[in-house]
């Protein structure tokens, strides 16, 4: 009596035991019928557990019928072997791990759910997956080292970059793999930002790949992580631009060169035709007065008419070559002394229309290159065109100053005025500013000259 009450007492502890397990425990017999499940269980599958008791357990949940696990319990009960098996559940319509516990009497099923272990397993998978891909798809090159600079991770594009397949680089040095690199920036930078723990970005050339790589290395203690960028023809078209820019450069330097040589060619003309031959007409009066001092009140009269002729072309020459002062005197104020020291009054009118021009929007050299355009051009017209009205109109506005200078004068052949010495330097003066030149003539019709060029903040 007292062997049957301790071995109640024993069930009934081990029932609560039981059923206190946070798993589910479920027990058929050889027949598959059911014959235990405890609280989890009953949770787990939804079902009062009256209602499955001794029922059998596939007409109960055919659903589950040559699915993993009715192979799994069929092979535990046949051999007799434990078994631990994890797949997701027809039924419970989640993901479980079950440990099968076979004996002559039955089956013994543990299972309890996995769901968020393995959806969280696939997560972290998938973002590998996605991450992986990412880097990928991306157009710049990207590794990770460790602390030793041995590979954990190349993508594609690196693998396109440095000619390898990336996967072959992975678990090798990266010194080993591109000795050559020893000594570089690169392996400086890479030195650097582990050393000293901080983001580093760098420019450096890779003579055996004929690459030009810029590197972006952020670095962590457990290693280096680089973006790098390939600018190989991004730099070649650097050195085409520079080497455009110092041609280009090269030769507006000739052709300052040369409209300095052509300026001192003219002023030696002008000395040589008009004040030379001024001197040197007052040279041989003055000496037929050794023979003939009865000439003197003919011949002094000539010679300070001469001398005053000298004196009026010589203040006409200085004031060509001397830089206006653009410091203390308006653009304006100095075209307006230019126009008036350059044209007789009664023979050309000249009108000049610059009532909305700003020219604090031009820099002191901008204004230079006007000045000494308009000077060109004046010269021209004073020359050749026996003009008698000119008119000159200067604006400033649109991001563009535009001077336009035109006469009624005789005009001339548009090929030909192309040629001409003083438009050359007009058009090299523009091109200094990136301005251009635009002409209008024709013989007998006048003569207008536009020029313009970009301003830009002083």
């Known amino acids: 009596m007292k062997k049957s009450t301790h071995s109640t007492t024993s069930e009934k502890k081990l029932r609560r035991i039981l059923e206190n397990i946070r798993d589910g425990i479920l027990v058929t017999d050889p027949d598959w019928l059911i014959v235990y499940i405890n609280q989890a269980a009953e949770k787990m599958l939804d079902r009062p557990r009256e209602a499955l008791l001794e029922k059998n357990i596939w007409s109960e949940f055919p659903e589950a019928i040559n699915k993993t696990f009715h192979h799994a319990y069929q092979v535990a009960m046949e ?17 479980i791990q079950v440990v099968i516990f076979p004996s002559p009497d039955g089956l013994s099923i543990h299972f309890h759910d996995t769901t968020k272990e393995r959806l969280s397993e696939l997560e972290v998978k998938a973002s590998k997956v996605k991450y992986s891909e990412l880097l990928d798809r991306i157009t710049d090159g990207f590794i990770a080292l460790d602390k030793n600079f ?24 990266v010194w080993e793999e591109f000795p050559d690199a020893i000594g570089s920036y690169t392996h400086k930078a890479f030195q650097t930002a582990m050393t000293e723990q901080r983001f580093i970005s760098n420019i450096d050339y890779y003579e055996p790949l004929d690459l030009w ?9 457990e290693g280096l992580t680089v973006f790098i960028k390939d600018i190989t ?19 507006l330097t000739y ?3 040369e409209a300095q040589e052509q300026e001192r060619s003219k002023l030696g003309q002008e000395l040589h035709d008009n004040i030379n031959q001024l001197v040197t007409a007052s040279k041989l009066k ?13 011949i002094l009269p000539a010679c300070i008419n001469h001398l005053e002729m000298v004196i009026a ?90 001077m336009t200078i035109a006469d009624n004068g005789r005009g001339s052949d548009f090929n030909t005025s192309e040629k001409g010495i003083g438009i050359r330097n007009i058009k090299n003066r523009l091109e200094l500013f990136g301005g251009t030149l635009v002409i209008h003539t024709k013989p007998e019709q006048g003569f207008s000259l536009t020029c313009q060029f970009p301003l830009t903040r002083r």
């Open 79 to 95: 051999k007799q072997e434990s078994m631990v098996i994890e797949d997701y559940s027809q039924v419970l319509k989640k993901w």
């Open 213 to 221: 790589q810029e590197n972006h290395i952020y670095p962590s203690p």
């Open 255 to 257: 052709r300052v060169i």
């Open 233 to 251: 023809e991004r730099k070649k078209l650097e050195k085409e631009l520079l080497e455009s820019e110092r041609a280009q450069q090269q030769q």
């Open 286 to 298: 003055l000496s037929l007065l050794r023979k003939q001092p009865e000439l003197l009140p003919e």
């Open 313 to 402: 072309e010589n203040r006409k020459l200085s004031h060509s070559l001397i830089t206006p002062d653009l410091e203390n005197g308006s653009l304006i104020q100095q075209l307006i002394f230019l126009t008036e020291s350059m044209f007789q009054s009664g023979i050309t009118e000249v009108k000049m229309q610059a009532h909305t021009f700003d020219e604090t929007l031009l820099s002191k050299a901008q204004k230079l290159a006007i000045y000494r355009i308009t000077q060109e051009q004046y010269t021209n017209i004073v020359k050749y065109a026996g003009a008698s009205l000119v008119t000159c109109r200067l604006e400033a506005e649109n991001g563009l100053f535009i």
């Open 150 to 173: 041995y590979y954990t991770y190349a993508n594609k594009k690196i693998g396109e970059l440095v000619q390898r397949n990336p996967a072959s680089l992975i678990g090798k040095n």
